[in-house]
């Protein structure tokens, strides 16, 4: 075997043709894309020079809070650092209560001094003596009489007017000491007549006359109070009652007592007198809340008894207003009636808790 690459026969010397087919060589790889440069990462800034907490010269830390480590308990405010800001607004720190009303907050901005000025009273709205709330007196419960009357005069004179045409016709029915009194010529026809009313089945009568005649009162009094109700009071509530059988019975227990006690010399008139003192309100009891007729009288003890001062200047009052109504030749009664009325209705609702409008 030749060592000849030529071949045999071939001239050594002789080059070899570069023409020649060599060996296969590998494809060259691409080379890889470059990795994009990382960007350069941010330096921190140098830290501040730190002092001991105290020491001056250093920065306190930002909101006075204590450097960590230092961490108050709970509900501890951190101690104050030199140049720190205070809580804004002058709350208190948690844990402490906030200053009484009036007071100025640690720390806040003060109150704008004077403060603004009361509110004017609105004109046009001027109260009644008669609507506050002060402790009833008497001149309250005139002032209110006078000015629900005038208010209303036209239904009020009307409502009296008819309640006096039914009791004057109750008692010529069922008086015999009236019948006796217009009826007759002489001075000894007139004396036998008074009498004869003295007879047992006179004082019967008498006695149904008076029954007769409260509940017309009654009428009255229903009036007064549909005022202080309603302000004003038409002219059916006068004659609308409520409990008209108690109202009966009421009569007729003080038409007993006053039948009895009249017949006693001396004490029976004193007894009458007081005992009447302290029904003045048992009417107005069964009337406006529906009470029976000796719960009424129960009630009426109690409160005049706890308001004797009040009710002894009103039933003065009251007659003093009648007696100038009856100054004024009779006409006056039909003011003075009503005044009176409605001056009890008043202390009426007022001794019981209420306010009449």
């Not at 691409?30 to 330096?43: E, I, V």
């Amino acid at each position: 075997m030749s060592d000849n690459p030529n071949g045999p026969g071939g001239d050594p010397n002789e080059p070899t043709s570069p023409y020649e087919p060599g060996e296969p060589t590998e494809p060259a790889q691409p080379a890889p894309p470059s990795q994009p440069a990382q960007p350069a990462q941010p330096t921190e800034p140098p830290e501040p020079p730190t002092a001991p907490p105290g020491q001056p010269g250093g920065y306190p830390p930002p909101g006075g809070y204590p450097p960590p480590g230092q961490q108050p308990p709970y509900g501890q405010q951190p101690p104050a650092q030199p140049g720190a800001y205070p809580p804004p607004g002058g709350y208190p720190p948690p844990g402490q209560q906030p200053p009484a009303y009036g007071q100025q907050a640690p720390g806040g901005y003060p109150q704008p001094p004077g403060g603004f000025p009361a509110a004017p009273p609105a004109t046009g709205t001027t109260q009644p003596s008669w609507a506050t709330g002060a402790p009833v007196t008497v001149g309250q419960a005139v002032s209110y009489g006078w000015s629900k009357f005038w208010s209303n005069a036209g239904v009020w004179i009307g409502a009296v007017l008819v309640v006096f045409v039914i009791a004057v016709v109750i008692n010529l029915i069922f008086s015999a000491s009236l019948r006796a009194a217009f009826s007759g010529s002489s001075t000894e026809d007139l004396q036998q007549r008074l009498d004869d009313a003295r007879g047992f089945g006179n004082v019967l009568l008498a006695a149904v006359g008076s029954i007769l005649s409260y509940v017309v009162l009654a009428f009255l009094v229903s009036g007064a109070l549909a005022t202080t109700y309603k302000g004003r009071a038409r002219f059916g509530d006068f004659f609308r009652l409520r409990n008209v059988g108690q109202v009966v019975l009421l009569a007729v227990v003080v038409g007993v007592l006053s039948f009895v006690l009249g017949y006693l010399p001396v004490v029976g008139p004193i007894v009458l007198l007081v005992l009447e003192f302290f029904l003045t309100f048992a009417l107005y009891f069964v009337l406006d809340a529906g009470q029976d007729a000796f719960t009424a009288i129960r009630s009426s003890f109690r409160v005049v008894g706890e308001n004797p001062g009040v009710v002894i200047v009103l039933i003065l009052a009251a007659i003093g207003i009648v007696i100038l109504g009856a100054i004024v030749c009779l006409v006056g009664l039909l003011a003075a009636i009503p005044i009176g009325l409605l001056a009890y209705a008043f202390t009426y609702r007022r001794l019981t808790g209420a306010m009449p409008l």
